[in-house]
């Protein structure tokens, strides 16, 4: 299993892979996920926002294959972190590749939704995509940390 981080945005600050990478490295080499970023589509005033995001849409689509989909989204399931870990045994188990999506600014269409096996919400917030990126790192560390009964979660 591959675990991939599909991601619609701009360049990210240097604290943010500073954060990223401080998780990333205390993870398994097999669970380390690849980050996948895609770029945004333009946005101008003669631009309808259902054609960006349909765009930014159709780039994810193409990026996420076959996997087993995960995309991060604010009408998404509210997860315990024993229900992310619970998450993770389970992609692990079944083998395939796991892609997990965050969508641009303007969000994601219809069809991702459809597309998605799972949908997970880490807040009913609004959050900044930086701050999801190190989130989300820290997140996939604690899940790991309960699967091996560490007691970096407590």
Do not use: C, F
């Not at 949908?119 to 989300?136: G, I, K, Q």
């Amino acid at each position: 299993m591959k675990l991939r981080i599909h991601s619609v945005a701009g360049k990210m600050p240097a604290w943010v892979q500073a954060g990223v990478d401080e998780y990333v490295k205390r993870l398994p080499r097999e669970l380390a996920p690849e980050w996948v970023d895609l770029p945004l589509a333009k946005r101008a005033r003669n631009v309808k926002t259902l054609d960006v995001v349909a765009q930014e849409t159709d780039r994810l689509l193409r990026s996420v294959r076959e996997d087993h989909v995960v995309l991060l989204d604010i009408s998404g399931k509210n997860w315990s972190t024993e229900e992310l870990a619970e998450s993770m045994t389970s992609w692990q188990r079944e083998g395939r590749d796991v892609s997990l999506v965050v969508g641009g600014p303007d969000g994601v269409d219809d069809r991702l939704r459809q597309r998605a096996q799972q949908r997970w919400s880490l807040s009913r917030l609004t959050l900044p995509h930086p701050l999801v990126r190190v989130l989300l790192a820290e997140q996939l560390y604690r899940g790991w940390t309960v699967q091996q009964g560490h007691p970096y979660h407590k």
